[in-house]
């Protein structure tokens, strides 16, 4: 049964600091893989989606990678800002799944 | 805009009602899915819809039920014989992709429930 997990749960760093948000799972064989924001009360925005071919995705200041032979994702936030706190959440796709991490709640200190 | 809209954003329900919560999608995804939120917990899937009139239950299905008589529109009625309601629900849609694979999701705002 494929897993994902996410470390660490929360996370807070001073403005400015550069971060990595981690995301694992247990069974390679995945086809995509999508982080998400969420702020309190909302739905799921998606910030990245890195398809089966590729190794990385780049939007602004975000960078996400994905090594499927690792079972390893990363997200890169670049000089963080006090609205880039929410909470992140990665997901992978294979077959007719969509299975979720528990996400990293993120607070950037101003 | 093309999008997801879930309806109402805040629910009341007494106990022992049934309640429907409706998601309307102007995608043209055939893949519609329902989750569940709960505080400090990652998201459970309830129900999921590959095809119109075809669903199949998730990982927390008993007390739910759900219908998908149109493409757009997948509602989720919470039950009376759902013994602990109160949560943050949210519906997504997926693309097709090649192979059965869904590809991306795209999410709907969310419905608070609470049962008064």
């Known amino acids: 049964k494929q897993e994902v997990t996410q470390i660490p749960a929360a996370l807070s760093v001073p403005e400015g600091e550069n971060l990595v948000l981690n995301c694992s799972f247990t069974?390679?064989?995945?086809?995509?893989l999508q982080w998400f924001r969420q702020d309190p009360g909302k739905g799921l925005t998606s910030l990245l989606l890195i398809q089966s071919s590729q190794r990385e995705q780049t939007s602004g200041r975000l960078n996400a990678s994905l090594d499927k032979s690792s079972g390893r994702s990363t997200l890169y936030i670049a000089a963080s800002q006090p609205g880039d706190s929410a909470t992140y959440l990665c997901a992978v796709f294979r077959d007719d799944k969509i299975i979720f991490g528990k996400g990293t709640r993120l607070h950037i200190l101003p | 805009d093309g999008g997801i809209t879930q309806s109402p954003k805040y629910l009341f329900r007494k106990e022992g009602q049934n309640v429907t919560l409706s998601c309307e999608q102007n995608?043209?995804?055939?893949?519609m899915y329902w989750y569940r939120q709960d505080p400090g917990q990652g998201l459970r899937l309830i129900y999921y819809s590959q095809i119109v009139n075809d669903f199949q239950k998730g990982d927390i299905a008993e007390g739910y039920s759900v219908s998908r008589e149109k493409k757009e529109s997948f509602p989720l009625t919470v039950t009376s014989a759902q013994k602990n309601p109160t949560a943050f629900y949210l519906c997504a849609s997926s693309p097709p992709g090649a192979k059965a694979h869904y590809t991306e999701a795209f999410f709907g705002q969310g419905t608070r429930l609470t049962v008064v």
């Open positions: 069974d390679s064989a995945i086809y995509n």
């Open positions: 995608l043209n995804h055939d893949a």
